[in-house]
Nanobody, 123 residues
């Protein structure tokens, strides 16, 4: 069992920045990849970024590459998503997820999910 708790969401103007955090607890020793997804009302859940615990390898969706940075603190079992140059289309619930596989980028490859934190970007 793995529990994920997100924090750091809020309201920001276009061009602004936010940093999201995801704290993992429980039986995290089987988790190899941590990811961020987002979901706007009425839309499908969308992959944003992922990072592996061991090597710190990262992957980003094209829509956020160059603006968002994912990182991790292995000692604290915490991952972060630094979001810069935010756009109104970034508005969504941002959800932290954990996968037992490597290079996981699909929703169905993740085994555990947080409840999400709201990010709203005003124009």
């Amino acid at each position: 069992q793995v529990q994920l708790v997100e924090s750091g969401g809020g309201l920001v103007q276009a061009g602004g920045s936010l940093r999201l955090s995801c704290a993992a607890s429980g039986r995290t020793f089987r988790i190899y990849t941590m990811g961020w997804f987002r979901q706007a009302p009425g839309k499908e859940r969308e992959f944003v970024a992922a990072i592996t615990w061991s090597a710190g390898s990262t992957y980003y969706a094209d829509s956020v590459k160059g603006r968002f940075t994912i990182s991790r603190d292995n000692a604290k079992n915490t991952v972060y998503l630094q979001m810069n140059s935010l756009k109104p289309e970034d508005t969504a619930v941002y959800i932290c997820a954990a996968a037992r596989g490597l290079n996981s980028r699909r929703v169905n490859e993740y085994d555990y999910w947080g409840q999400g934190t709201q990010v709203t970007v005003s124009s």
